[in-house]
């Protein structure tokens, strides 16, 4: 597609839920990164995937986040039995990768999770 | 870990001012990558600086990675309205299979 694609928009979750965020990135783009921007903060790294190998998964805060990308396209994040400190905006991105090197990152519009 | 820091918080300025916000590292930078995000969007890619003291242009903006590759300077010229948004600087580590962040600039611009 034209640009990477999240949904959905806007994610309302009782404490206790588990909730799923999907992330559609640029055809193409082999890797693909979840990042957390909570407000008035740069985003933090989650986890990377080059094509459907995850390969950094270091920046996941604890067991109840998983995240899957099984045909190395779309990529699922997984919050089980969500907490309000999970309250964020989660940003999904793509990237061109040449050898070693990586280009600039391609947002999505993110997903704005609030945990009541 | 490695952190990125970012100066000023935040500034505020007259239309046709100028204004440069500054990223620094105790340790060296790898590459530093810029976006910027306006409210309530997503951060957008500016540009990447790879090379010690490399010095970019894209208009009115001016990007510059230090000669020790521990900080980074972006400055705009003549700032505009379109400009509002929070600047953000960002290490790209092992190769960018991990963006660092810094805490961004937000810049505001009165009319």
């Known amino acids: 597609g034209a640009g990477v694609s999240q949904s959905p928009r806007y994610k309302v979750a009782k404490r206790g839920q588990d909730v799923a965020l999907r992330c559609d990135p640029i055809?193409?783009?082999?890797?693909l990164f979840w990042y957390q921007q909570a407000l008035g903060q740069g985003p933090e790294f989650l986890t990377y995937?080059?094509?459907?190998?995850?390969?950094?998964k270091s920046g996941l805060p604890s067991d109840r986040f998983f995240a899957e990308r099984p045909e190395g396209s779309v990529s699922t994040l997984k919050i089980q039995r969500t907490q309000q400190e999970d309250s964020a905006v989660y940003l999904c991105?793509?990237?061109?990768?040449?050898?070693?090197?990586?280009?600039?990152?391609?947002f999505g519009s993110g997903t704005r999770l609030t945990v009541v | 870990g490695q952190q990125v820091m970012q100066i000023p918080q935040y500034q505020h300025v007259q239309e046709g001012e100028d204004f440069t916000t500054y990223c620094n590292s105790s340790?060296?930078?790898?590459?530093i990558q810029w976006y910027k995000q306006r409210p309530g969007g997503h951060p957008v890619f500016l540009i990447q600086?790879?090379?010690?003291?490399e010095v970019k242009k894209q208009k009115r903006l001016t990007f510059q990675f230090g000669e020790a590759k521990k900080n980074s300077s972006l400055h705009i010229t003549a700032t505009q309205t379109t400009d509002v948004g929070t600047y953000f600087c960002?290490?790209?580590?092992?190769?960018?299979?991990?963006?660092?962040f810094g805490a961004g600039t937000i810049l505001r611009v009165k009319s």
């Open positions: 991105a793509s990237s061109l990768r040449q050898g070693l090197f990586n280009y600039g990152y391609t």
């Open positions: 055809s193409g783009h082999v890797s």
């Open positions: 995937f080059q094509n459907e190998a995850q390969l950094d």
């Open positions: 340790t060296t930078l790898s590459n």
């Open positions: 600086l790879v090379k010690s003291g």
């Open positions: 960002a290490d790209s580590m092992e190769y960018g299979n991990k963006l660092v």
